[in-house]
Nanobody
């Protein structure tokens, strides 16, 4: 069982930056692929980034070059550094974990946090 708690969301102007954090419980954090997903009002949850157990990463085309995912296995924490934010980045950001390889599919993740709101004003 893995419990995830996100933090770091907030209101920022377009062009600004935020860093999201996701703290995980459990002793096997390093064996999980950790992903970030987001959901805008009225839209489906979509993939943003994922970090694998071997430091491999994947990004959605919409965030590539602007967002950076990283993890600190000693602290059981995964981060999402978001730069050059755009109004279309607005949404609830969720951290998720899966015991398996990297995946862009949210249905393949077994564990989810409660989400943190990110609002980017124009």
């Amino acid at each position: 069982q893995v419990q995830l708690v996100e933090s770091g969301g907030g209101l920022v102007q377009a062009g600004g930056s935020l860093r999201l954090s996701c703290a995980a419980s459990g002793r096997t954090f390093s064996s999980y692929a950790m992903g970030w997903f987001r959901q805008a009002p009225g839209k489906e949850r979509e993939f943003a980034a994922v970090s694998g157990i071997n430091t491999y990463t994947l990004y959605a085309d919409s965030v590539k070059g602007r967002f950076t995912i990283s993890r600190n296995n000693a602290r059981n924490t995964v981060y999402l550094q978001m730069n050059s934010l755009k109004p279309e980045d607005t949404g609830v950001y969720y951290c998720a974990a899966r015991n398996g390889p990297l995946s862009r599919d949210p249905s393949s993740y077994a564990y989810w946090g409660q989400g943190t709101q990110v609002t980017v004003s124009s």
